[in-house]
T-cell receptor, first 114, second 113 residues
Framework: GENVEQHPSTLSVQEGDSAVIKCTYS??????FPWYKQELGKRPQLIID?????GEKKDQRIAVTLNKTAKHFSLHITETQPEDSAVYFC?????????????FGTGTRLTIIP | KAGVTQTPRYLIKTRGQQVTLSCSPI?????VSWYQQTPGQGLQFLFE???????NKGNFPGRFSGRQFSNSRSEMNVSTLELGDSALYLC????????????FGPGTRLTVL
């Protein structure tokens, strides 16, 4: 089955600097890669996703890049703010119009230092 | 639209008991997935239901089961509870179609004593 590895497990960044979290996946058939943010005591929230036919996607301060050949994808957060502190999870899935099964990475605890 | 809801939010049970958790998806969503979240194992997929049929199943023992009703609401059941079943159980719903975003509920925190 699919295996997703995520690095680093913890990341501390000075406020205003950029943060990068990287994930690799094993199943070349995976075609959907979402990123979730989970604040303490709250549910995971989808923050951005990318499909295998796209190499990069941006949404304000957040961007995700995908390298299908190397089977890895990354989350980039620019101009970090204190509210970015949370645990971030990457995931991979093979979807065919709703065939849902997300395989998650182990999470990255991001701390923004004021 | 209202988000995904789960009941109850907290449960305390003892070993050997059984428990049923409920999930109501976003209106119009027909796919419901269940995940177990623990500090040691992270987020692990349990199973997914679509139109009352289990489409996918993760690597959990048969003590974990689920079902989905005609209104897309879903329940999961854990029988013969073990201490290791203590976890946050999350359900997520997604719509049919080319955009497979999954939206999570707040979870049910299960503690097994």
């Amino acid at each position: 089955g699919e295996n997703v590895e995520q690095h680093p497990s913890t990341l501390s960044v000075q406020e205003g600097d950029s943060a990068v979290i990287k994930c690799t996946y094993s199943d070349s058939a995976s075609n959907y890669f979402p990123w979730y943010k989970q604040e303490l005591g709250k549910r995971p929230q989808l923050i951005i996703d990318i499909r295998s036919n796209v190499g990069e996607k941006k949404d304000q301060r957040i961007a995700v890049t995908l390298n299908k050949t190397a089977k890895h994808f990354s989350l980039h957060i620019t101009e970090t703010q204190p509210e970015d502190s949370a645990v971030y999870f990457c995931a991979a899935s093979k979807t065919n119009f709703g065939n849902e099964k997300l395989t998650f990475g182990t999470g990255t605890r991001l701390t923004i230092i004021p | 639209k209202a988000g995904v809801t789960q009941t109850p939010r907290y449960l305390i049970k003892t070993r050997g008991q059984q428990v049923t958790l409920s999930c109501s998806p976003i209106s119009g969503h027909r796919s419901v997935s269940w995940y177990q979240q623990t500090p040691g194992q992270g987020l692990q997929f349990l199973f997914e239901y679509f139109s009352e049929t289990q489409r996918n199943k993760g690597n959990f023992p048969g003590r974990f089961s689920g079902r989905q009703f005609s209104n897309s609401r879903s329940e999961m059941n854990v029988s013969t509870l073990e201490l290791g079943d203590s976890a946050l159980y999350l359900c997520a719903s997604s719509s049919q179609g080319p955009t497979p975003e999954q939206f999570f509920g707040p979870g049910t925190r299960l503690t097994v004593l």
